[in-house]
C-alpha cells in the first residue's frame, strides 16, 4: 500500500489508532466543574468554529463555513461547547451510527488544557447522547494528544487508520 500511495504522489502523515470503549471507568480525580451546551444557537456555533480553528490549525473562515451554518447541527451529528465562567473552553463532537456512539474532535483551548475540562464535558456529552440514543458503546480516531486521556477513562486500541495527503 505505501509503495503504491507513494508512486502516486502521496505521503502518509499520520498513522492514528482506533479506539473502542463498552463503557468509561470512573475518573480518576475530581473533575472542574463545566457547563455543557449543545451547538445551535449563535453564541456555541460560533464557539464550536472558534475552538476547532485554534486547536486544529484550520482557517477561522474554513471553520465558520462548516460550523456556523444551522444545518450543520441539523442532522446526527452532535456537537457540544463547555463553558467555565462563561467562557467556551473546549468542545467536542458525537455521531450515533451502526448501534454505536463516534467522538470527534474533542478539544480545549491551549490556556485551559491540562485541567481535566476536557474528560468533564467528554463524560457529560456522553452521559447525555447515551440517554438520548441508548447506546453504550463508543469509538473515536485519538490524536497523539488525546490518547493517555482516552487510554485512562477505558478505551482500547482496536485498528490503526492510515492518513495520506497528496505531497
Given at each position: 500500500m505505501r509503495r503504491t500511495f507513494e508512486t502516486r504522489g502521496m505521503r502518509m502523515i499520520s498513522n492514528p489508532p482506533g479506539m473502542f470503549a463498552d463503557a468509561?471507568?470512573?475518573?480518576?480525580?475530581?473533575?472542574?466543574?463545566?457547563?455543557?451546551?449543545?451547538?445551535?444557537?449563535?453564541?456555541?456555533?460560533?464557539?464550536?468554529?472558534?475552538?476547532?480553528?485554534?486547536?486544529?490549525?484550520?482557517?477561522?473562515?474554513?471553520?465558520?463555513?462548516?460550523?456556523?451554518?444551522?444545518?450543520?447541527?441539523a442532522g446526527a451529528y452532535r456537537g457540544f461547547v463547555g463553558f467555565v465562567k462563561g467562557r467556551p473552553v473546549s468542545i467536542v463532537a458525537t455521531v450515533a451510527a451502526a448501534n454505536v456512539l463516534g467522538v470527534y474532535s474533542l478539544s480545549t483551548l491551549p490556556e485551559f488544557r491540562r485541567r481535566g475540562y476536557g474528560e468533564a464535558l467528554l463524560r457529560e456529552a456522553?452521559?447525555?447522547?447515551?440517554?438520548?440514543?441508548?447506546?453504550?458503546?463508543?469509538?473515536?480516531?485519538?490524536?497523539?494528544?488525546?490518547?493517555?486521556?482516552y487510554r485512562r477513562i477505558g478505551f482500547r486500541d482496536v485498528t490503526r487508520f492510515s492518513v495520506w495527503l497528496t505531497k
Open positions: 468509561l471507568l470512573p475518573p480518576a480525580h475530581r473533575l472542574p466543574e463545566i457547563e455543557c451546551c449543545p451547538a445551535g444557537d449563535a453564541r456555541t456555533r460560533e464557539a464550536f468554529a472558534h475552538i476547532t480553528a485554534v486547536n486544529f490549525d484550520i482557517p477561522l473562515t474554513v471553520a465558520r463555513a462548516v460550523y456556523d451554518p444551522e444545518r450543520a447541527w456522553l452521559n447525555r447522547e447515551c440517554a438520548r440514543t441508548g447506546l453504550r458503546q463508543l469509538a473515536l480516531q485519538s490524536t497523539d494528544a488525546g490518547y493517555s486521556l
